[in-house]
């Protein structure tokens, strides 16, 4: 039997086992809260892994292989210590997200702020679910096209199709039980898969020094600018983004909240090296082939073709739980906030709400689809998502948290601000190589200290 067909016999009989556990997830939903929140039952591990499989997929894992192949060299890791740093972070407000008992991040920011605040947040946050749906899905397509010898546009098209029906069918269920396998096989799979292609190449561990510049083996050649956005970003990412706070919101209890967001940070840290150093290895090895494809290429041409297969499983479905968070985010935002809380608030409580969601994620599906079609971008299509969803929000829905009785209009204010100039600096081009997140967070920052200090003598004087 050719290495070509194990790993598609093993990839397929991986997918089967995957479909088959969201079959089963589907038996545990009864009601919307099961479907969008896991029925808010997760425990420590299962909540790190959720959250450790949302962001070792296509961005922290072809994309950052892809990153390493090409400009970013060696440094490329910071992608994913910029991702642990920022979650690690986030362990010191889970218990707020915990105990809003909230569904959405645009619910809590309603609750606080008003309908105009709400109106904003949710449309930025499920333009910016959509994109970073288009995004996974481009991720999904990069290991299918390879694997199965087709063209990109059909890989993307199967791809999609997928990742539409596992998340259609399960819902967070799905995500929380096939994430936690995902977890474990990509962490320990590509670190020994890395050991593998070393301990059987004629050069061993001098391969990389002996055929690379020293310039791709730079740990710092993105720039600390670059390196302190990508935290920054991911911090504010991390605080605001649905697909995120949806997994802190299903935790158990808030103690639960804090331990798994600190055992993912410390655990996505560790694994860090291991996606840039599997794309410096490709560039040894094939030069000459597409970077978005250098993953898949080094997986199927070096390792044991079962091993190859399951590795590559595993990234296909921990890139779709990613994908798969994104689209129920924005199913759940759309259902709750937008359909529910403005287009037709009478049938809210009518029965419909889980039968209403499973029909937004086909449709935001196909527009993801679309989207990937277009673009055909990973880590650009993340950038510009986190850019439009984190920006505004980010002071309003922090201080909403974390104060008794923040002004009503220094949320809108903020919100407005900071999305604007983060949208106008990543337009012009991100000037001195600093963020457009950084940009949108100070002015939203600033916007809504200033917004609240103004109330707080207008109130004064009144008195």
């Given amino acids: 039997m050719s290495a070509h067909v194990i790993i598609m016999t093993t990839i397929v009989v991986y997918i089967v086992l995957m479909i088959g556990v969201a079959l089963y997830a589907k038996t545990r939903i009864s009601n919307s809260d099961d479907y969008h929140l896991a029925g808010r039952r997760l425990g420590t591990l299962m909540l790190a892994g959720t959250l450790a499989a949302t962001e070792i997929g296509g961005g922290s894992t072809i994309g950052v292989t892809a990153k390493a192949y090409g400009e970013w060299g060696l440094s490329a890791a910071w992608y994913v210590i910029a991702t642990g740093i920022g979650i690690f972070l986030v362990a010191f407000i889970a218990p707020y997200m915990r105990r809003s008992m909230a569904t959405t991040v645009p619910e809590i920011i309603g609750k606080i702020y008003g309908r105009p605040s709400h109106v904003v947040t949710s449309v930025l946050s499920v333009i910016s679910l959509i994109a970073l749906s288009a995004a996974q899905i481009t991720a999904c397509a990069t290991i299918v096209s390879v694997l199965l010898n087709i063209n990109f546009t059909l890989a993307v098209i199967l791809a999609g199709a997928l990742l539409v029906f596992y998340t259609w069918v399960g819902g967070m269920w ?51 600018g670059t390196i302190i956005g990508l935290i920054v970003m991911y911090f504010m990412t991390f605080c605001t983004g649905q697909e995120a706070v949806q997994r802190f919101y299903s935790a158990r209890n808030e103690k639960v909240a804090i331990k798994g ?73 759309s259902v709750k906030d937008i359909y529910y809380g403005y287009l037709n608030p009478a049938a809210a409580g009518g029965g419909q709400e889980l039968r209403n969601s499973r029909i937004v994620v086909l449709i935001v599906g196909a527009l993801g689809i679309a989207i990937a079609l277009l673009s055909q971008q990973i880590i650009e299509l993340l950038v510009f998502a986190f850019t439009i969803r984190a920006t505004g929000p980010f002071a309003a829905y922090l201080f909403g948290l974390l104060c008794d009785t923040p002004p009503r209009q220094s949320g809108f204010i903020s919100i407005v601000a900071g999305t604007l100039c983060g949208l106008i600096w990543q337009l012009i081009g991100q000037p001195w190589g600093i963020f457009a997140i950084i940009i949108g967070a100070l002015a939203s920052l600033i916007t809504y200290l200033l917004s609240w200090t103004w109330v707080k003598h207008r109130t004064a004087r009144q008195n």
Wanted: with cysteine; hydrophobic share 60%; net charge negative.
């Fill in 261 to 333: 967001a600190l055992l993912c940070g410390v655990v996505m840290v560790l694994y860090a090296f291991v996606p840039a150093i599997f794309g410096l290895l490709a560039f040894v090895l094939y030069p000459n082939i597409p970077a978005n494809e250098a993953l898949a290429t080094l997986a199927t041409g070096q390792l044991p073709p079962l091993f190859a297969g399951l590795v590559l499983s595993a990234v296909l479905f921990a890139t779709m739980s990613s994908g798969s968070g994104d689209l129920l985010g924005a199913a759940s935002i």
């Fill in 174 to 224: 799905s995500l929380t039980m096939t994430d936690f396998i995902q977890f474990f096989i990509i962490v320990f799979g590509f670190g020994l898969g890395i050991v593998y292609i070393f301990w059987h190449h004629p050069e061993g561990v001098a391969l990389l020094s002996t055929h690379l510049p020293a310039e791709k083996l730079a740990t710092t050649k993105l720039g600390w």
